[in-house]
């Protein structure tokens, strides 16, 4: 007779887990070897996985959620790493460079879009999900790189800074981009209420955070110092969802809290291997959406949506940089590193597809030019940096 300790329990899930980390294992070491970044590994084996290629995985909607975490994980080690005091230090360029930055890279798609005839919502949409670039990738190069803190590093990390506000606005814009929204005013009465009440956590938890701390870690307890770390990441990120701000970006206000204690580096270091779980999963769960047949079909569609985006977020960055008064050749390689398309434009895309928003209005067809575009200069990003 079966003890229900002994049972045998069945986990649907365990089977996928199981692969996606056996093959990104595999991939990520041969990527190693070749001197390439640990994400080409991941987001390889996530095509390799994916439905449109061998098809082992079936539950992607676990996938899903898992990369949702890793990025939560990942925002809140960075605002760890990256106190309110640096902020403050690099502010000019966060909001001079950055707001530059995202304005034009806006503008600009918007209006190459409209020109082909495409409709100014699904264009400005569209230009929202082209202007953000991906955090993970610059900050991991620029950390095994060491050049966090030379001028170029500076100006990227003001401008992702600034592309992760900017995400409020766009997410509180889309309602009335589909037609489903309120008016302008609403917009903005929505929108200064987020930022009120972010800015009453922060200030809130400036006060409380640091004390909580110091009365943990005085107990020595390791395992009650990581599970205090752990809610004041989720709990922060989870209140300011409620006012329309993302998990992400709450996430990353809360590491910008704890940094303001002395055992920030601490938390840092226990939360580590986690992001680096999560984030595996996250750009596996990337590469799964590509679907390859239609890459194979429309290559060269691909390749020169590629190209284009590549080009364009290049010289709009070079130039909001140049206008801070850099030479170009702090200005290029700035340009170039934020080339590619960010993690949060799929947060941003998964949004929009549920209100009926797409990439240049084109529907399925448009989402997975827009997926593949992604993967390509994801891919080819951290080779040209």
Known sequence: ????????VELPFLQEIVLLFALSLLLTYLCSRLKLLPIVGFLLAGVVVGPSALGLVEDEALIGQLAEVGVILLLFTIGIEFSLERLGR?????????????ALSLVVV??????LGVDWRMGLFTAGLVTLSSTTIVLTVLGDRNESGTPAGQFM??????QDLAIIGMVLLMPLLSGEGGSIGQILMSLGKAIIIVAGVVI?????????????????????????IALVCLGIAWITSLVGV??????FLAGLVVSESRYSTLAFSEMLPFRTIFNAIFFVSVGMLMDVGFVYDNLLL????????????????????????????????VGIALAQVGEFSFVLERSGAAIGLTPAGLGVAGGQV?????VVLMLVTPLLM
């Open 157 to 162: 990390l003001a401008i992702l800074i600034f």
């Open 302 to 333: 691909v390749l020169a949506v590629s190209a284009l985006v590549f080009a364009l977020k290049t010289g709009i960055t070079a130039v909001s940089v140049r206008l801070q008064g850099y030479p170009l050749r702090v200005a290029l390689p």
């Open 110 to 115: 918007t209006a190459i879009l409209a020109v």
């Open 204 to 228: 809130a938890a400036r006060k409380v955070v640091p004390w909580v701390l110091e009365r943990v870690a005085s107990t020595g307890r390791s395992e009650l110092f990581v599970l205090t």
């Open 90 to 102: 690099i502010a000019r360029l966060v909001f001079g460079a950055g707001g530059l930055q995202v």
């Open 1 to 8: 007779m079966h003890t229900p300790f002994l049972a045998a």
């Open 370 to 374: 827009f997926i593949a575009v992604t």
């Open 246 to 251: 993302s998990l992400a970006l709450g996430a």
